[in-house]
């Protein structure tokens, strides 16, 4: 394999716009807060924000970052408006809302109010001022419980730590034990630039490993799947995630009940087949990985 090649870049070494650029491409995807707030006078405001994220669920905090403007280093009027009244309402953005909440990230003088400018519907919150966004599935009612100042230059964050109140989820998205089904939900993820990332569909699947039972590890696996040809690093990981190494005589027994062993073991290359076989096992079905695993591993028996 030829040397991997790395381009070294210094904060201070590229303009601050693309350096802005290399990292909203690089941190991906991030999920959005469309967040509303209103001034002291009432006056209704909309911006999605995807330098967020939660930090802890007890107590439930979340934070966005509302960051000076890299082109003229004004701050935004989301900024302002949560300095004047400590709260906000954070909205989730899904598929069915997305080419509208990019129309609410235009922007658009203090005065206008963009719900109206995007269609979306405000609705009353319970316990804030802001108002929540109907078409969306998920809302946050939260208070601002801290505004930190990371600069006073172009692309400086303020954190917006806040802290949730209430949250409101629609039934639809939930299923039968009121958990949420990513497809139903079908949120939007933000890249860089003018890229976006839908999280529904072929793009979910699960990965499960506990966190608490020990697994084996990658040092625990024999040469022959470390060094194998067919493997690759996703199939070692889910080789390495095993809970137990396979035992040896439950190893060999495939020799006599699997019939397509049977027939690799008699053919020319059957490490390697093996390897084929148990990769395909294993990228099947999630619950089969243990079985994969004697299958791998009967490789160490072949002599």
């Not at 006073?152 to 209430?166: M, N, P, S, T």
Request: aromatic share 8%; net charge negative; proline share 6%.
């Amino acid at each position: 394999m030829s040397e991997r090649k790395y381009r070294i870049i210094e904060p201070n070494s590229v303009p601050r716009h693309d350096f802005h650029q290399f990292i909203v491409g690089a941190i991906a995807p991030r999920p959005i807060a469309f967040v509303s707030t209103v001034d002291k006078d009432g006056n209704q405001n909309l911006a999605p924000y995807s330098f967020f994220n939660a930090f802890s669920s007890n107590p439930p905090i979340f934070v966005f970052s509302s960051n000076r403007r890299v082109s003229n280093n004004t701050t935004k009027d989301t900024l302002a408006n949560v300095y004047e009244t400590r709260e906000v309402v954070i909205n989730v953005v899904n598929y069915d809302i997305v080419r509208q909440m990019a129309v609410a990230s235009a922007q658009f003088p203090k005065e206008v109010n963009e719900f109206e400018k995007s269609g979306l519907t405000p609705i009353p919150s319970d316990l804030v001022k802001p108002f929540r966004v109907k078409e969306s599935p998920i809302n946050f009612e939260c208070k601002v419980t801290d505004i930190i100042t990371l600069g006073d230059q172009g692309g400086a964050g303020h954190l917006v730590i806040c802290e949730v109140l209430r949250m409101h989820i629609l039934e639809d998205v939930l299923d039968e034990r009121g958990r949420i089904i990513p497809d139903k939900l079908d949120l939007v993820g933000r890249l860089g630039r003018s890229y976006y990332v839908r999280a529904s569909g072929a793009a979910i699947h699960t990965i499960v490993q506990s966190v608490e039972t020990m697994c084996i590890g990658f040092d625990q696996l024999p040469d022959s799947i470390k060094l194998s040809k067919i493997f690759t690093g996703n199939n070692l990981g889910q080789l390495a995630g095993l809970y137990e190494v396979p035992g040896k005589e439950e190893v060999l027994a495939l020799k006599e009940t699997d019939e397509r062993i049977k027939k690799i073991l008699a053919s020319g290359n059957p490490l390697e087949d093996l390897h084929r076989y148990a990769k395909e096992v294993m990228e099947s079905d999630e619950e089969l990985r243990p079985l994969a695993g004697k299958i791998a591993w009967l490789g160490e028996y072949l002599s």
